[in-house]
């Protein structure tokens, strides 16, 4: 049963900085591209980046490109996300999505979700 666990969301000033963890079980990360998706108040699905089952290629939407990086450690079956310069606009909750097979930008499987509000 593929399991996705978002963490380390939470309060922070803008211009702070969170790193968001998302633990799988069920499945080998090593085999999937894995990403990143937050859900704005009154907003839709927005995609924020992807990383190759090998980590050599990583992509992010243009609003959060230069301060968040997407990262993994296949060994301990867990994706990461560090954010800096954290922005009110970044305020979502922060889901991490595992990929079909072969594809970087088609998902079939979501977390819960974790929340992260930036706000002074």
């Known amino acids: 049963q593929v399991q996705l666990v978002e963490s380390g969301g939470g309060l922070v000033q803008p211009g702070g900085s969170l790193k968001l963890s998302c633990k799988a079980s069920?499945?080998?990360?090593?085999?999937?591209?894995m990403g990143w998706f937050r859900q704005a108040p009154g907003k839709g699905l927005e995609w924020v980046s992807s990383?190759?089952?090998?980590?050599?290629?990583?992509y992010y939407a243009d609003s959060v490109k230069g301060r968040f990086t997407i990262s993994r450690d296949n060994a301990k079956n867990t994706l990461y996300q560090q954010m800096n310069s954290l922005k009110s606009e970044d305020t979502a909750v922060y889901y991490c999505?595992?990929?079909?097979?072969?594809?970087?930008?088609?998902?079939?499987?979501w977390g819960q979700g974790t929340q992260v509000t930036v706000s002074s």
């Open positions: 999505a595992k990929s079909l097979r072969g594809s970087w930008s088609k998902y079939d499987y």
């Open positions: 069920g499945f080998s990360i090593h085999n999937y591209a």
């Open positions: 990383i190759y089952s090998d980590g050599t290629n990583t």
